[in-house]
């Protein structure tokens, strides 16, 4: 199994958006803003089959209906599915206009989901948003906005929880360690960020 990743910075919020790429085809990891993602995919003829939401705000699914008009199946939690084709995705109040698009599959939570032999486990992290997951991988942890490199995701929107936040934070410090590739900013690692994330 051959997998690569590759972080794209997307929009001028910077949001990051993960490709992970096998022989050619790829499953993305939020899609962040723009034609970032599908300017990437054109340049390294890569067809994009999936695209797995860390949760539903504007800056990580902007792109998602040109994402599925190509072709890519759209996955993301129930509770924050309809951030997809409503204003609860917050781009009104930061005066984005996101282009609304149904999603073609829903997480139940703690599934595997299977891209050419590698598995994304979906693992339920509320706290910045109602319907916040991680996915967990054999390359690493894609966590959304819930953990950072020496940062965490804002709880003060309509459907975060601080209380939430920390319970997530203590299922992901109980993993092993591995490779953290965050929402916005630097990749990590679980262990670096217990020992000197300010905010854990
Ligand atoms: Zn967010």
Redesign the pocket.
């Given at each position: 199994m051959d997998f690569r990743v590759h972080r794209l910075y997307t929009g001028r919020i910077g949001s990051n958006a993960y490709v992970v790429e096998n022989g050619g085809r790829a499953a993305v990891v939020d899609a962040g803003m723009g034609r970032a993602v599908l300017d990437f995919a054109e340049k390294n003829d890569l067809k994009i089959e999936l695209c797995l939401l860390t949760?539903g705000?504007f800056?990580?699914i902007g792109a998602c209906a040109a994402l599925q008009r190509a072709g890519a199946k759209i996955g993301v939690s129930r509770k924050d599915a309809d951030k997809l084709y409503t204003e609860n995705n917050l781009g009104g109040a930061f005066g984005v206009e996101t282009e609304p698009v149904r999603p073609d599959f829903i997480f139940r939570g703690g599934e595997a989901i299977d891209f050419h032999g590698l598995k994304f486990t979906v693992l339920e992290t509320p706290g910045?948003?109602a319907g916040s997951v991680c996915f967990l991988t054999e390359l690493g942890i894609f966590s959304g906005?819930t953990l950072f490199c020496g940062g965490v995701?804002r709880t003060d929107f309509y459907d975060g929880s601080e209380e939430q936040l920390s319970a997530s934070l203590e299922k992901l410090f109980a993993l092993p360690d591995a490779p953290v590739y965050p929402?916005h900013g630097l990749s990590t690692t679980l262990k670096r960020e217990k020992e000197n994330n300010p905010y854990v």
């Amino acid at each position: 199994m051959d997998f690569r990743v590759h972080r794209l910075y997307t929009g001028r919020i910077g949001s990051n958006a993960y490709v992970v790429e096998n022989g050619g085809r790829a499953a993305v990891v939020d899609a962040g803003m723009g034609r970032a993602v599908l300017d990437f995919a054109e340049k390294n003829d890569l067809k994009i089959e999936l695209c797995l939401l860390t949760h539903g705000h504007f800056d990580h699914i902007g792109a998602c209906a040109a994402l599925q008009r190509a072709g890519a199946k759209i996955g993301v939690s129930r509770k924050d599915a309809d951030k997809l084709y409503t204003e609860n995705n917050l781009g009104g109040a930061f005066g984005v206009e996101t282009e609304p698009v149904r999603p073609d599959f829903i997480f139940r939570g703690g599934e595997a989901i299977d891209f050419h032999g590698l598995k994304f486990t979906v693992l339920e992290t509320p706290g910045h948003s109602a319907g916040s997951v991680c996915f967990l991988t054999e390359l690493g942890i894609f966590s959304g906005d819930t953990l950072f490199c020496g940062g965490v995701g804002r709880t003060d929107f309509y459907d975060g929880s601080e209380e939430q936040l920390s319970a997530s934070l203590e299922k992901l410090f109980a993993l092993p360690d591995a490779p953290v590739y965050p929402g916005h900013g630097l990749s990590t690692t679980l262990k670096r960020e217990k020992e000197n994330n300010p905010y854990v």
